[in-house]
């Protein structure tokens, strides 16, 4: 049996919303997308198999709708669960478990002069190389979720922003490529990125208070 042959089922309706079906593909990104982002809003380490198990999904669904930067995007995401997951363990001082940190200028700066050059360049491959229909847009999503993953790895509190801001240009966009149940998925996603900056904000100001205290 193909590799087809084993995912191909996934890409058939399993309902239709409007005149649109929707896959199982998009029906299982969506169940575990938003247990994923539960998850790492109470900074569960169970949030990175879940995690590994939806961009799998959602990679699969991105071919079938045309988003190559995004597909291609999943898989970068598996190799940086497996680090987040390894760093949310091992990543504190003393190989401990890691806490909620804040981002550093320096960091900033690197995203950024990094986020720039990468929207560039996608933008010109996905232009260049694809059939595309949103490459710019595309690209800015890419290299924006990349970066709060990065952020997310780490636990930095700033990277719930990050989230926040991919998730707004996110849903308008899959609703523009008529995966629509996905951009309803984005809508709970920016709800839950907004809890969990509350959490982790309110859990790194708990901490910072404690040795005032003592």
């Not at 979720?145 to 997310?152: D, R």
């Not at 308008?172 to 982790?200: D, I, Q």
């Amino acid at each position: 049996m193909s590799l087809h042959d084993l995912l191909g089922p996934l890409l058939h309706p399993a309902f239709t919303l409007g005149s649109t079906p929707t896959s199982w593909g998009e029906v299982l990104g969506f169940v575990t997308g938003a247990v994923n982002v539960w998850l790492v809003v109470r900074q569960h380490i169970a949030n990175w198999p879940v995690g590994i198990a939806n961009v799998l999904l959602l990679g699969l669904i991105f071919v079938d709708g045309g988003l190559y930067a995004d597909a291609g995007l999943q898989g970068v995401y598996v190799l940086l669960q497996v680090w987040g997951w390894w760093q949310w363990l091992y990543g504190g001082r003393g190989r401990t478990e890691l806490v909620t940190q804040r981002t550093s200028g320096a960091e900033w700066l690197g995203l950024a002069v990094a986020g720039v050059a990468a929207t560039a360049l996608l933008t010109w491959m996905l232009s260049a190389w694809t059939d595309s229909t949103v490459p710019f847009w595309d690209a800015l999503t890419t290299t924006i979720s990349l970066a709060a993953t990065y952020g997310q790895s780490r636990k930095l509190l700033e990277s719930w922003w990050l989230w926040i801001a991919a998730d707004l240009i996110y849903i308008p966009l899959y609703a523009y490529k008529h995966l629509y149940l996905t951009s309803v998925l984005y809508v709970l996603f920016l709800a839950l990125c907004v809890a969990g900056l509350v959490a982790w904000r309110r859990e790194w100001a708990a901490r910072q208070a404690v040795p005032a205290a003592t």
